[in-house]
């Protein structure tokens, strides 16, 4: 069993940046950053393969690149989401996820995530 909790969001204006973490507990195979804007459905930020046979391989949603940098901290069970130059499209809840299972085809479908977090609040204003 995983556990994981976000912290880290809140508001800014268009341009700045926000660092989100996530605390994880247990082996992860693969972890990730999703988010889910009011009235849309979740969709895949980032993802890095935690698993240390992995080397830390990073994808990145086409939104993301560029902005957003995914990283981790193995010492500390610890995921971060550097976001810079945030835009008002940015706005939604942020969930951190993780995958235990050695097989993740796609990895930024949410389907192949079995853990999640509460999800922690982002908004930029113009």
């Known amino acids: 069993q995983v556990q994981l909790v976000e912290s880290g969001g809140g508001s800014v204006q268009a341009g700045g940046s926000l660092r989100l973490s996530c605390a994880a507990s247990?082996?992860?195979?693969?972890m990730g950053w999703f988010r889910q804007a009011p009235g849309k459905e979740r969709e895949g930020v980032a993802s890095?393969?935690?698993?240390?046979?992995?080397?830390?391989?990073?994808t990145y949603a086409n939104s993301a690149k560029g902005r957003f940098t995914i990283s981790e901290d193995n010492a500390k069970n610890m995921l971060y989401l550097e976001m810079n130059a945030l835009e008002p499209e940015d706005t939604a809840m942020y969930y951190c996820?993780?995958?235990?299972?050695?097989?993740?085809?796609?990895?930024?479908?949410?389907?192949?995530?079995?853990?999640w977090g509460q999800g922690t609040q982002v908004t930029v204003s113009p």
């Open positions: 247990g082996y992860t195979y693969c």
């Open positions: 890095i393969y935690t698993d240390i046979t992995r080397d830390g391989q990073v």
């Open positions: 996820a993780a995958t235990s299972t050695i097989w993740v085809p796609v990895v930024l479908d949410q389907s192949h995530y079995n853990y």
